[in-house]
């Protein structure tokens, strides 16, 4: 038998490793960052054409690379960063393991360009699939730039694997921002086909996390500090009213390092628990700063995951320091124990003399007088009143309202019934017609099957939701017009997804114009959104349960903008109705073409039968 294992030539070891370290444009756009960051850049310049397709290149004002350097650094392994196993427990640079540029340059062409402060001349080096095709002298300014161009020539499969446009670009702008986070001391350009998009110049942290998601977050930020000999963090968490769908905007670092942790995570969770919903997730911008001994970032590929030596530690702190914030900056409720409230009601006038309270005693009072007092009936009450009128035991229920206009369906017994008027047949022949609140959440209503229980924000929610939908088909989507026009700033990706949905904006009934590059300016909204609604609020809200539901539900445009407009202007759960808000509400559900589930697909209610309520006491 002959043999079968055999050594891979370095190319083909190095497409294998490509695939593990490149996955995507925005993979190599990682890699050349943090080479530009380790190079000691003060300044960095990214460039992108096609989404990375055609070309990523990466200029830095570093220290830059000698001849042999320039050389070596396309050769597997090779790396300036360690020299030995142990020097893997003392990284603090970015990257180590010497594989990033001889996968990248095994999947395209590279041209690299670089010069020290002290050579004449620069190098470039040009390597094409994992072959040199030219290394010759050049005149270069101080520092490296690294051009790729033709990402995944030679994997197409690969290469017809990626994304649009959009999403590719999304996942560049993600692995910049991390870096910019990371290094508010570096400024950062970013070029997009030509053109300058995005420019962070040197500034402090929350300077920069400003800068990258908008004006607004100056007021939303909660700074963290925390010091202890295991781990020293600081950073930023957004108050709980800024809470997100989707966990977008939770970046955590340890020694300058973006990782993902889940365990990390929770803990956050776990200092905002009751102050957010369940369904809803904090952001925040954390920094966390350990012995480089006690952790392994030697797990995953993309260097994005971390082992904790006192993982437990650095849980409990996390969370001891999250919370501690928050109730530092009074965002978390307290009592306050020192302020007498005693004589909040008492008025002092200072020309009398202050007395000490008096008890005033009637001395004529019997307790076991049975005569009726002036003020109250003695004895057993109801022996006192005729039980066949009981409703007098239940004052306020004499004079019901009557019922209202006639509605379109009913629910019984699991099925569609037609009902005139809308609470004659489903109210009991007896008793109250009038709905009940139940824990500012539930509409309860008796039917003659039972109980209906109604949640209002899920029958809100389809009751805009097909109404939006009407207006547009009916092209009857009535607008109000701002008396002063709002200017909306988004971030990059936000930006981008509203330009993309103007026209469905439109059709609903928003008039809205671009202004500059991510800045969008308001003329008018539909006629369903109060006047007092907090306009950028509500932009941002659509965009992302827009985005939720694009990846989760796969809506068309149209449909997927009603329903995040729905979501975000129902009635939410805690707020109190009326009596007659409750009964409109459900007159307007059984009026809808399908009252019996949400835009989502969640029932909207449900009945109780009498049966199972017996069953109850039995």
């Known amino acids: 038998m002959s043999d079968v294992i055999k050594l891979l030539p370095d190319s083909v070891a190095n497409q294998i490793a490509a695939g593990e370290v490149i996955q995507r444009p925005a ?133 017809n694997f990626l994304k649009s446009d959009t999403v590719e670009k999304g996942h560049i ?26 420019q962070f110049e040197k500034s402090n942290l929350k300077q920069r996390i400003v800068n990258i998601f908008g004006n607004n977050y100056n007021q939303r930020l909660v700074p963290v500090e925390e010091q202890t000999e295991i781990v020293s963090i600081k950073g930023f968490v957004l108050k709980p009213e800024f809470s997100k769908k989707k966990r977008g905007e939770q970046f955590f670092f340890v020694n300058n390092r973006f990782i993902r942790s889940s365990y990390l995570n929770h803990a956050v969770d776990q200092a ?28 995953h590929p993309t260097k994005t995951e971390i082992k904790f030596q006192d993982d437990r530690y650095i849980y409990q702190i996390l969370k001891s320091a999250v919370k501690r914030a928050l109730g530092r900056y009074n965002i978390t409720p307290t009592l306050d124990f020192e302020r007498e409230t005693a004589f909040d009601d008492v008025t002092f006038n200072k020309d009398q003399p202050v007395r000490p309270p008096s008890i005033t005693i009637n001395p004529d009072y019997n307790p076991f007088n049975t005569g009726r007092s002036s003020s109250r009936p003695a004895g057993n009450l109801t022996s006192r009143i005729n039980p066949s009128q009981w409703e007098k035991l239940f004052p306020g229920q004499e004079d019901l309202p009557e019922s209202p206009a006639p509605g379109q369906v009913r629910p019984g017994e699991g099925q569609q019934t037609t009902l005139t008027p809308a609470w004659e047949e489903t109210a009991l022949e007896t008793g109250p017609k009038k709905p009940l609140h139940l824990h500012q ?118 449909a997927n903008l009603a329903r995040s407009l729905a979501r975000r202007l129902s009635l939410k759960h805690g707020k109190l109705l009326s009596e007659e808000e409750m009964m409109a509400l459900t007159d307007a559900l059984f009026a809808c073409d399908m009252p019996y589930q949400s835009p989502a697909g969640k029932p909207t209610l449900t009945i109780i039968p009498l049966s199972d309520l017996s069953e109850k006491f039995k």
């Not at 910049?176 to 030509?194: E, H, K, S, T, W």
Request: with cysteine; glycine share 6%.
């Open 441 to 558: 959440r539930f509409i309860l209503a008796p039917v003659k099957s039972g109980l209906m229980v109604i949640d209002h924000q899920r029958a809100h929610e389809r009751i805009l939701f097909e109404r939006f939908l009407k207006n547009y088909e009916n092209r009857k989507s009535a607008s109000q017009h701002l008396l002063f026009p709002e200017t909306i700033s988004l971030n990059e990706q936000d930006a981008d997804l509203l330009k993309e949905m103007l026209e469905q904006m439109s059709a609903l009934g928003f008039v809205m114009d671009t202004m500059g590059k991510n800045t969008f300016v308001l003329s008018a909204i539909p006629a369903e959104i109060p006047e007092s609604e907090n306009l950028q609020g509500l932009v941002e809200g659509i965009l992302e349960n827009f985005r939720l539901n694009k990846v989760e539900m796969k809506l068309d445009a149209l």
């Open 27 to 159: 993979s190599a756009v990682k890699e050349l960052l943090e080479n530009a960051v380790d190079a000691g850049a003060t300044q960095i310049k990214l460039i992108v054409k096609d989404a990375g397709r055609t070309l990523i290149q990466v200029t830095d004002n570093g220290k830059g690379m000698t001849e042999t350097d320039a050389r070596m650094c396309f050769e597997r392994h090779a790396t300036s960063k360690i020299n030995q196993a142990s020097d893997l427990f003392s990284i603090r640079t970015m990257g180590f393991r010497g594989e990033a540029l001889a996968s990248i340059a095994a999947i395209a062409r590279v041209e690299l360009k670089t010069r020290t402060d002290t050579a004449n001349l620069g190098t470039e080096v040009i390597v094409e699939g994992s072959v040199t095709a030219s290394q010759q002298p050049c005149q270069s300014p101080t520092g490296t730039s690294i051009a790729v161009k033709n990402l995944f020539f030679n994997t197409p499969a690969r290469r």
């Open 272 to 299: 905002f628990q009751e102050l957010i919903p369940e369904d809803l997730f904090s952001s925040f911008f954390l920094f966390m700063e350990t012995d480089p001994g006690q952790i392994d970032v030697n797990v």
């Open 173 to 198: 702008y993600s692995e910049l921002i991390r870096v910019a986070l990371a290094y508010p001391d570096i400024g950062f350009m970013y070029y997009q086909n030509g053109q300058l998009t995005h």
